[in-house]
């Protein structure tokens, strides 16, 4: 079973802060993703990456950038955070292109902006 | 998400009892995925379904890509059956996945 991990666990700071969080994934998949968790909205695609090098984005990335720097390795980045970027954030990765496969997730990252 | 809608919002079940959650798509769905998440927060993948009924333990879930909607079946539920239980449709484009806001489950003794 795939295996995806977040650090840090729970992280704050302060409106213009930045924060890089980091996902690591030891399946060997080719696909991960940035989520974001908001109540009433479920959880939302931020940003997504194919391979090493490649990036996505996905539905609600104003504000965020992301970097896959090795197939195992996938970092969101808030260079300026906001308050509205509050957010239980999740990493995902799977075996298959997008949806055609199951997504294995990470156990998530609590962001409060203050 | 508006592609995803997801009923009932909650759900209480006396250990021993069975219910039903449903997911309605209103666009072509390819696929559909179900997730729990527990009360750390959680995530677990629990079905990934192209078409048909797959059955795991205690849980059912079948996806009927034509009538636009799948539905997870808890039989017998038990005390950690209860968390939020999400329902996530690929796109049309097969690379991404919409969820629903939740079903959340609260199994009482």
């Known amino acids: 079973e795939a295996a995806v991990t977040q650090s840090p666990r729970n992280k704050v700071t302060v409106t213009g802060g930045n924060v890089t969080l980091s996902c690591r994934q030891t399946?060997?998949?080719?696909?991960m993703y940035w989520y974001r968790q908001d109540t009433g909205h479920g959880l939302r695609l931020i940003h997504y990456?194919?391979?090493?090098?490649?990036?996505q984005i996905g539905d609600v990335p104003d504000g965020y950038k992301a970097t896959r720097t090795t197939q195992e390795d996938f970092f969101l980045l808030l260079e300026l955070a906001s308050p509205s970027q509050t957010s239980l954030y999740f990493c995902?990765?799977?075996?298959?292109?997008?949806?055609?496969?199951?997504?294995?997730f990470g156990p998530g990252t609590r962001l409060l902006v203050l | 998400g508006d592609q995803v809608e997801q009923s009932p919002s909650a759900l209480s079940l006396h250990e021993g009892t069975s219910s039903a959650l449903r997911c309605n798509f209103t666009?072509?769905?390819?696929?559909v995925q179900w997730f729990r998440q527990n009360s750390r927060g959680s995530l677990i993948n629990l079905f990934y379904?192209?078409?048909g009924t797959k059955e795991n333990g205690r849980l059912k879930s079948a996806f009927d890509s034509k009538e636009l909607y799948s539905t997870l079946h808890i039989r017998d539920a038990q005390l950690e059956d209860s968390g939020t239980y999400f329902c996530?449709?690929?796109?049309?484009?097969?690379?991404?996945?919409?969820f629903g806001i939740g079903t959340r489950v609260l199994v009482r003794p």
């Open positions: 996530a449709a690929e796109n049309s484009a097969g690379n991404k996945l919409t």
């Open positions: 666009t072509t769905t390819r696929s």
């Open positions: 995902a990765s799977s075996d298959a292109p997008g949806a055609q496969d199951t997504q294995y």
């Open positions: 379904l192209a078409s």
């Open positions: 990456s194919y391979g090493a090098g490649n990036l």
């Open positions: 399946n060997s998949h080719n696909y």
